[in-house]
């Protein structure tokens, strides 16, 4: 079954400190990749997406993910944490055959004044 | 519009009532997601329309949800007989399709409708 995982419910980091939340992804071929974040009672913004090429993606708001085919991650980063990107974070997979998004469970940031 | 638009953003109905819910999308953008997030769970893909028609409902949890887009812009997704399980945010999505032209992978998601069964 298709599937994508983030492992971590919660991520806790201190303001000014890098920051990593976690995807890994299951699905058959090579999918496309992407990251949404949900502030609350705000819609999911799109954030990046890998779809071929470098696999070091750059997005939005300083974020970028690093797409990794041997271990199937695509792990979301940035350098230096901001109070204000504490929200919701979803990683999400397109297989190639399907124009549907498959999402994870979701890892809730907290960023630390 | 400048966005997608969904209304109305929060609605509560009785068990086993019929509710409609409803999806502006970007001008222009020829294909059209529904999804639904219950609590702590990331969006489940419910149906997804290319112009006028379903190009795929396998996400449709039974036969009480239906979904419409009959002039290939709004959408409305219908559910018949409510129960409480079927309370959740229903996302809408949209993004444009050019065919064979598949560079656009985007997807614009609106604010959701709350729907509370009670």
């Known amino acids: 079954a298709q599937s994508v995982a983030q492992p971590e419910d919660q991520v806790n980091v201190a303001e000014g400190n890098p920051l990593t939340v976690k995807c890994t992804y299951s699905?058959?071929?090579?999918?496309?990749l992407f990251w949404y974040v949900q502030y609350p009672n705000r819609g999911l913004q799109f954030l990046l997406k890998y779809i071929t090429g470098d696999n070091l993606v750059k997005g939005s708001y300083g974020f970028e993910a690093e797409f990794n085919k041997s271990q199937t991650s695509f792990h979301l980063k940035k350098p230096s944490a901001l109070v204000s990107d504490s929200a919701l974070y979803f990683c999400?997979?397109?297989?190639?055959?399907?124009?549907?998004?498959?999402f994870g469970t979701g890892t809730r940031l907290q960023v630390f004044p | 519009g400048a966005g997608v638009s969904q209304t109305p953003s929060n609605k509560v109905t009785e068990k086993g009532k019929y509710v409609e819910l409803r999806c502006d999308p970007i001008?222009?953008?020829?294909?059209l997601y529904w999804y639904r997030q219950s609590l702590g769970q990331g969006p489940e893909f419910l149906i997804y329309?290319?112009?006028?028609?379903?190009?795929?409902d396998s996400g449709l949890p039974n036969d009480r949800f239906f979904a419409v887009r009959p002039e290939g812009s709004v959408s409305t997704l219908k559910i018949q007989r409510t129960e409480r399980g079927d309370s959740a945010v229903y996302l809408c999505a949209s993004s444009f399709t050019g065919g064979t032209d598949r560079s656009n992978y985007g997807y614009t998601f609106g604010s959701g409708t709350r729907l509370t069964v009670v």
């Open positions: 329309f290319q112009g006028t028609g379903a190009a795929d």
């Open positions: 001008s222009g953008h020829t294909a």
């Open positions: 699905v058959s071929g090579n999918p496309y």
């Open positions: 999400a997979v397109r297989p190639h055959n399907t124009d549907k998004l498959i």
